[in-house]
């Protein structure tokens, strides 16, 4: 199934010729990490990355992204304060939330301000690359 998906995400990537432009927003380095090497698999990926949601709203200003994986639980400003932000500024942007402890009103509340997706820690390798294939090739 992976590789499926993987196939379909690079095909489409190559299609447009350019790779899908993703942001991961996650105050775990370790998290930050492991999902960008998911996404090095392919080629169809041009990943940047954030530490924190006030990291990611500098990088939005700049950059237009295919889509942003965000997390719930972050010091500083939350994940849902940072959604709202990032809604505000690009409104169609897919944002996929990964989180790994926050609760069922939470995750709600994402869902209504905008995410598209929300995927529970640790997220499988699989999984993730469904995901992404769901949101990117629509």
Known sequence: MTSGNLQKLTQRA???GNPFKILIVDDEKWVREVFRDFC?????FDVD???SGAEALDKITDTQYDLITLDLIMPEMSGLDALIDIK???PRVPVMVI???ATDKLVREAGVLGA????YKPVQLEEF???LTRALIR
Not at 40 to 44: D, E, I, M
């Open 99 to 101: 989180t790994g402890n």
């Open 129 to 131: 690359i469904g995901e």
């Open 40 to 44: 090095a698999l392919t080629n169809a």
């Open 49 to 51: 990355i954030a530490r």
């Open 14 to 16: 190559q299609e447009r």
């Open 88 to 90: 505000k500024k690009s």
């Open 116 to 119: 598209c997706r929300v995927m």
